[in-house]
């Protein structure tokens, strides 16, 4: 098992324009998230999924952000028109989760590496 | 979840422990203390958590006061690899799946 893959790690893009960005987590992860981290803070949730359903979104994640999780495996988190503010590092990670949605178990996560944006 | 006050950066010389401290008096009954780390270009890295009783693994020791107010994070033999900002994070383990992350602290380990 390699850990939480993040693909591209860094993208540079004008204003505007369209990005995706792929996440592979765990295997045997059900739980998925996605976070943004932006220079000198810590991680903002965005949302999470389980298995293929989201279940939770920030009100971070306006109308032009959208995350997916087709089959329960990778994820995709896309973001339209991009703008200068979206510039952030985006992170994924995993965890394998018990029981129902009520019932969190203990919150450890596995991250990636993350994908850094920079809107120009 | 509840707030918690970490100081915002410490040194430790390589070798000795690192002692770092976190405040998080509105904490309730049922919430978790957590401590994840991130290494510079690396996402954050799970060390260890705990309810109320001490806690230790390969990694680290958690103390968590008897009042639950505060804990203090030990690495017992820091190296130079320990630099990262840490992050002291107060959970509960029932419907709520966000980790809230402060600031951390910025840990420099000096040779």
């Known amino acids: 098992d390699t850990g939480v893959s993040q693909n591209p790690r860094h993208k540079i893009t004008k204003r505007g324009q369209n990005v995706t960005f792929r996440c592979d987590p765990i295997?045997?992860?059900?739980?998925l998230y996605w976070y943004r981290q932006t220079l000198g803070q810590g991680p903002e949730f965005l949302t999470y999924f389980q298995n293929e359903a989201q279940l939770e979104k920030s009100r971070l994640l306006s109308d032009r952000f959208s995350a997916e999780r087709p089959k329960g495996s990778f994820s995709t988190l896309e973001i339209q028109r991009t703008e200068q503010g979206d510039s952030a590092m985006y992170l994924c990670?995993?965890?394998?989760?018990?029981?129902?949605?009520?019932?969190?178990?203990?919150?450890?996560?596995?991250f990636g590496a993350g994908s850094r944006l920079t809107v120009l | 979840d509840a707030k918690t006050t970490q100081p915002t950066s410490m040194d430790c010389a390589e070798g000795r422990a690192a002692n770092l401290p976190c405040n998080h008096s509105?904490?309730?009954?049922?919430?978790?203390v957590y401590w994840y780390r991130q290494i510079h270009s690396q996402g954050p890295q799970y060390i260890i958590h705990?309810?109320?009783n001490n806690e230790t693994n390969e990694m680290a020791s958690l103390i968590i006061t008897e009042d639950r107010k505060s804990s203090t994070l030990i690495l017992p033999h820091a190296t130079l690899r320990d630099t990262a900002v840490y992050y002291c994070?107060?959970?509960?383990?029932?419907?709520?799946?966000?980790?809230?992350f402060g600031t951390g602290t910025r840990l420099t380990i000096i040779p």
């Open positions: 990670a995993s965890r394998k989760g018990i029981g129902g949605q009520q019932y969190s178990g203990a919150n450890v996560l596995t």
């Open positions: 994070i107060v959970r509960a383990n029932f419907g709520n799946e966000k980790l809230t």
């Open positions: 705990g309810l109320k």
């Open positions: 509105t904490i309730s009954g049922n919430e978790y």
């Open positions: 295997s045997e992860h059900n739980r």
